[in-house]
């Protein structure tokens, strides 16, 4: 069965990066996009981008470039999403889900908290 | 961005029908989708393109709808639906709606 297994939960400073993984499992790793969505109480869930594992092509929501870098290594069927500069407006929980028009597949999200 | 809008709470008896609304702030043909959140856990699919069941989910679960109205039926409600509900478009750059929070009373 199709697996999405994220990483476990960050505490960070402000003005840091941090990088989440997703290892999925239970199928083609390069065949089916990856994309990464943002979830918080204030704005609810929001799409920051997709890659394309095979390829390695991506898109961003606008409102997320330059704040999120998308990345895959294909020999361990994981999927990295690396988010920079981060300030206390980044705490959120974040999830992986896998599609293209609609999201199948989700693993169970990261919480990151950006705290001094 | 395409905004969705979505009631933000229902509450309904078991073994009743309820009708969940989305609305599009423009047309997005068929491209939208249903999920069912559950408090601590990731959402699920249960409708993509409108209308179209995700394996697995039960029948009471249905869509409906075009351009810029959509529908998530189920029907009866069983005390297990209390959930968030999320719509989301795929016309353009994915986006979601605000969430419908149907309590079972």
């Known amino acids: 069965q199709v697996q999405l297994q994220q990483s476990g939960a960050e505490l960070v400073k402000p003005g840091t990066s941090v990088k989440l993984s997703c290892k999925a499992s239970?199928?083609?790793?390069?065949?089916?996009?990856m994309n990464w969505i943002k979830q918080t109480t204030g704005q609810g869930l929001e799409w920051i981008g997709i890659i394309n594992p095979g390829s390695g092509g991506t898109s961003y929501n606008v409102k997320f470039k330059g704040k999120a870098t998308l990345t895959v290594d294909k020999s361990s069927s994981t999927a990295f999403m690396q988010l920079s500069s981060l300030t206390p407006e980044d705490s959120a929980v974040y999830y992986c889900?896998?599609?293209?028009?609609?999201?199948?597949?989700w693993g169970q999200g990261t919480l990151v908290t950006v705290s001094s | 961005d395409t905004v969705l809008t979505q009631s933000p709470a229902l509450a309904v008896s078991p073994g009743e029908r309820v009708t969940i609304s989305c609305r599009a702030s423009e047309s997005v043909s068929t491209l939208m989708h249903w999920y069912q959140q559950k408090p601590g856990q990731q959402p699920k699919l249960l409708i993509y393109l409108a209308s179209n069941l995700e394996s697995g989910v039960p029948a009471r679960f249905s869509g409906s709808g075009s351009g810029t109205d959509f529908t998530l039926t189920i029907d009866p409600v069983e005390a297990d639906d209390t959930a968030t509900y999320y719509c989301?478009?795929?016309?353009?750059?994915?986006?979601f709606g605000s969430g419908t929070k149907l309590e079972i009373k």
């Open positions: 989301q478009q795929s016309w353009n750059d994915p986006t």
């Open positions: 239970g199928y083609t790793f390069t065949s089916n996009h």
């Open positions: 889900a896998s599609g293209v028009r609609w999201f199948a597949y």
